[in-house]
């Protein structure tokens, strides 16, 4: 299936020094990955992560944009502005940001879209609350949140997207999903890709879990046939879970 990507989501955690030291950790202990490995960082984190990475095959993730290039938006900041500095993904619809700052499947497709024209790549998040799920509609939810944030995507530019399939209700509380369910949800998605394009762009495309991913489940979680690779909140702060997470994904 894809290829192998294992991002870390640090939240709102770290300083620029803390950033700078977390990676100086990190970076011995994932120096034979055979996956791709990203941090994403706070905003401000963002010059020291990439002076932290250079001469690595670390990438570097901010974890919003805007969709727009420039003008009135006190606060916000664009993919222009990333790309200009050298950032080279960004993570976007998180469930945090749709939860507590309003980011809806509208706004994440416009998110999208200036990201990809701005040359990033997107780590997209999906997922379903637990009443959701509860009443049987996550398979309905996760395609819809695909679909809407995919409009106006070409198949070339799906290159340069991954899927993050996060549960809101595994993440940040220590319930995972199971093996089957992360595996079933990660094919659903496969196959909403392929309606949407064909079969050689949902074969290629990455799709990875995240939601209480840890040193412990992540080896049987990444041997789902289905999964390819993780979004890390909590145990990406921590370098040797990390690298743990890391090298489970081969
Ligand atoms: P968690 O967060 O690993 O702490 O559950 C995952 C995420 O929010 O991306």
């Not at 690595?56 to 502005?81: D, R």
Request: aromatic share 6%.
């Amino acid at each position: 299936m894809g290829k192998y990507v294992i991002a870390g989501n640090w939240k709102m955690n770290k300083t620029p020094a803390e950033a700078t030291a977390l990676i100086n950790e990190i970076k011995p202990l994932v120096a034979d990955a055979a996956c791709d490995v990203v941090v994403g960082v706070p905003f401000v984190d963002l010059p020291a992560a990439l002076a932290a990475v250079e001469g690595t095959k670390i990438g570097v993730a901010a974890q919003n944009c805007h969709w727009e290039k420039s003008g009135a938006y006190t606060g916000e900041i664009s993919a222009e502005m990333l790309a200009a500095m050298g950032v080279g993904y960004v993570i976007l619809g998180h469930s945090e940001r749709r939860t507590y700052f309003g980011d809806t499947d509208e706004t994440v497709q416009k998110r999208m879209r200036a990201a990809l024209d701005a040359g990033l790549t997107v780590i997209l998040c999906v997922g379903e609350y637990l009443t959701q799920r509860e009443q049987g509609v996550t398979n309905e939810v996760v395609a819809m949140q695909t679909k809407i944030a995919l409009g106006g995507v070409s198949a070339e530019e799906m290159a340069r997207v991954i899927i993050a399939y996060e549960p809101v209700w595994a993440i940040g509380t220590g319930l995972t999903a199971t093996n089957e369910q992360a595996n079933e949800v990660c094919a659903m998605i496969r196959t909403t890709i392929a309606g949407l394009y064909d079969q050689a762009v949902a074969d290629a495309v990455t799709v990875q879990y995240g939601g209480s991913m840890n040193a412990g489940n992540a080896a049987a979680l990444l041997a789902q046939s289905d999964v390819d690779g993780g979004l890390i909140g909590g145990a990406s702060l921590k370098a040797a879970d990390f690298a743990v997470i890391v090298g489970a994904a081969k």
